[in-house]
Structure formats: structure tokens, C-alpha cells
């Protein structure tokens, strides 16, 4: 969620060597974690899930399963201590190629696990070059526009209206109509903006420089054919920025405040009724919903996808793809392995499956023992009704390609400078590019 704040993991050169520095040293400290096993969390919001679901494993096991969550936007900085410590987690998170190229030497060889031999896709494990798996998918999330529907419908009844239903809303030059003349009304519709506010506080913008980037390089790769490249021209540079402007200028805050905004303020200001879309993703019903004063019903919110203004987007459904894989520390003790292999083949093949998903971690999950199950939460449920939905494209999260948390954490300053108006567009442009390939040519 990520979502990292909710998602960063990083694959610089720099952690690189931090890495290399650990795995040297680490081959004796595994003591703290013989016998038991050390989740370390990167999903704030299911802390708590997490802790009961071990709970649940400690009374039928015996084994303590010991849930560690590092703070919004630090989990890369978490992880590299955590693993140098005599008692260093025994699971942990991969987001991806990137990540892996970073923490192959601590990752176990899984291939031959009963999870991942369940694996109704095989495609989703993480593997290197020669097919080695050294990471399992915990769940398939999807992210879009977030809406209410009670707002929107409040929308739809008055005077003048551009639309009158949700389903007239496709592509972005109608979008931007709607919103532009909700923010208009917004007096009328008693709300203080059509979108929450733009969270650019750093560790706080991940929806914007990773979430929301991935759209231009998504299409972009599309167009090209491929699913990497050490280079990227940023052809749809205006579409990623009309997108953002038009989440800046039809807030509940001016651009010049979104600096000092957090996603925590964000999900308040469509919690209370502030606003009616947000960009968030599956994961963001518990943030909603255990807001105080929560004024979203559970019937009224739904997912709509995020549109740029690209030829034929009317098309498209919602982002869906995975980055949270699990890795069983290599670096640990043969107990403690086993013992968290043990645990992952319950949560992921057995009852476990059935607690994920009740407990609102997973909606979607690529293993059988989820195939029966019904989404606890009601953006789960859309994100399961998206990927049923064969008559739209996916957007592919390409963002796992991103050279390195370090160029997301750039653009993202880069992103608050121009929201502030200290920059130009061009100067995020530029650093798209150019930070890209030089983050590429150090992987």
C-alpha cells in the first residue's frame, strides 16, 4: 500500500554496497530468529491484521511470529538495519527485479516450496535470469481514482451538469470537465474540493512519483515493445503533467500547500466528506473507514480508472499488479528458514488465506486457497471485478522497473518544487529522464 510509505524499496548502487558490506557479515547472526520467525512489515495499514494473524498462528503452532512495521517511507532503511542485527527478520519484502538485484544474497532459493508450486500463475514468483525463485507474491493490488458516490450523485442532480452518470466519465478531456465544474460548485455540492489534497511531504508522494509515474512509462514501453529500457524520452510528459495539474487545481488545498501534505490528511479529506475522488488504491478502505467522523458508506465507494488524455484510455481499467513479494531470509539458520517456510505455507496455501483476506491485507491472491474467497473490503471487490474484466486493458505497474527509490525520492522533491511553482514542468522533465538513465547505468 504501497503501499515505502506504503511501497518504497530501493535498488541503488548505494544500498548495493550497504548490502554487499551486511552480507559479509551476517552469515553468524541468526541466533535471535532460531526459534521463531520475524516478519518484517512494510504495509502500515495492516499492522494490526498482520499481528492477529500471527496470534492466530502461535495458538495452533506454538511458534511466535514476530510482526515488526517500519515507519511510513522507511522500509529500505529499516530493512538494511534490521538484517545486521543478531536477530535479523526472517521474512521480509521484495519489490521487484530492481529490488532483487539488491538483496539476491539474502533471499532463499523457493523454487521447490509448496506455495510457490501453487502458484496458479507461475509467472507472478520473482525470479532472476536462469528462473530461480527467490520471492512468492503476497496478493494482486489494483489503484485508481477513488470516488464517492453519494457526492457524485449529488453532482449528477443538479443544473447544468456536464454528466449524469458515472458511466459518461471516460477519458480524461471529460474528466477534467466534471471536475473542473465540481470545483466550481463545490459550494453547492458541500465539499471544499473535487480531490483531496496533493500529499508532497517527502516519503509522503508516492502516489505521484511512483504511482501515478508509472503511467507515462507504462505507455510509453507500450509503445515501444518492452518492459524495461535503460532510457526513457517521457513521450507522454504533457500527460502526466495535465493529470497532475488537474489534481493540484481541483483540491481541497492550493498547490502552493500540498508540500506539507500527508497521505494521512489525504484519505481525511475524502473520509469526512471533504471531496470526492482520491487516488489511492484496494488498501485504502481501513484508512477511510477508521477515520473518526467517517462519513464514506461502504455502497458508496468505488474505483474508477486514472485517466492522462492517451488515444483509446476509454479502454483501460484500473492499475493492477503486485510488488509485494516475500523473501525468507538466506542469511538466517536452517530452523529459522524452515520455520518461516512453515509459516508462509499457512498463510498463503492453508486457513491463513481465508485471515488475509477477512482481515482486508488481500483481495486477490494468484495461490487456490483464495479462489473461494469474497474480498472483505468493497474496493477489494472492485479490484477483483477489474481483473475479471477482460474488455479492459490493465495498467501494468511498470513502476517496479524505476531505477532506484533514490530517483523516486528526487522526482518527487522535483514534483513539490513545481507544485510550489519554485519550478518549471520542464525541470521535472528533465530530471525524469536524466535520472532515470543515470540510475540505470548504476544498477
Known sequence: MRPISRRLMLGGSAVLAVAATLAACSNGSSSGSENGVYLLNFKPEAEEALKTIASAYKDKTGVEVKIVTAASGTYQQTLQTEVAKSNPPTIFNINGPVGLVTWKDYALDLSGTEFVKALTDTSMALTDESGVVYGSPL???????????????????????????????????????????????????????????????????????????????????????VTDAKEVDLTYSDNYKQIFDLYLNNSTVAPSAAAAKTVTDSMAD???????????????????????????????????????????????????GTENYLAVNSQVSETAQKASI??????????????????????????????????????????????????????????????????????????????????????????????????????
Not at 420 to 442: H, L, M, Q
Request: charged fraction near 20%; aromatic fraction near 14%; include cysteine.
Open 139 to 225: 496478493g494482486i493490488e489494483g489503484y485508481g481514482l477513488i470516488y464517492n458516490a453519494a457526492i457524485l450523485n449529488k453532482y449528477f442532480a443538479l443544473e447544468g451538469a456536464k454528466v449524469t452518470s458515472v458511466d459518461e466519465i471516460k477519458g480524461f478531456a471529460k474528466l477534467k470537465e466534471v471536475v473542473e465544474d465540481m470545483q466550481a460548485k463545490k459550494a453547492d455540492l458541500g465539499i471544499e474540493g473535487a480531490f483531496a489534497c496533493t500529499s508532497l511531504t517527502s516519503g509522503e508522494d508516492w502516489r505521484w512519483q511512483t504511482h501515478l509515474a508509472n503511467y507515462p512509462v507504462f505507455y510509453e514501453f507500450r509503445d515501444k515493445g
Open 342 to 443: 512453515d509459516f508462509l505455507t499457512w498463510l498463503l496455501t492453508g486457513e491463513g488465506a481465508k485471515m488475509l483476506v477477512d482481515n482486508s491485507v488481500v483481495s486477490v491472491s494468484p495461490y487456490p486457497a483464495f479462489s473461494e474467497l469474497t474480498p472483505a473490503d468493497p474496493l477489494g471487490k472492485e479490484t477483483a471485478q477489474f481483473l475479471a474484466n477482460k474488455e479492459l486493458y490493465p495498467i501494468n505497474w511498470v513502476f517496479q522497473t524505476f531505477p532506484s527509490q533514490e530517483f523516486k525520492n528526487q522526482l518527487g522533491s522535483h514534483l513539490a518544487q513545481y507544485a510550489s511553482g519554485k519550478e518549471d514542468w520542464t525541470a521535472v522533465k528533465d530530471y525524469f529522464v536524466s535520472g532515470w538513465a543515470e540510475g540505470k547505468s548504476k544498477a
Open 270 to 320: 475524502f473520509a469526512l466528506g471533504k471531496c470526492a475522488f482520491v487516488q489511492n488504491g484496494n488498501w485504502a478502505w481501513s484508512q477511510i473507514s477508521e477515520v473518526e467522523g467517517n462519513t464514506v458508506a461502504e455502497g458508496d465507494i468505488h474505483f474508477m480508472p486514472i485517466y492522462i488524455g492517451v488515444n483509446g484510455e476509454e479502454k483501460s481499467g484500473i492499475a493492477l
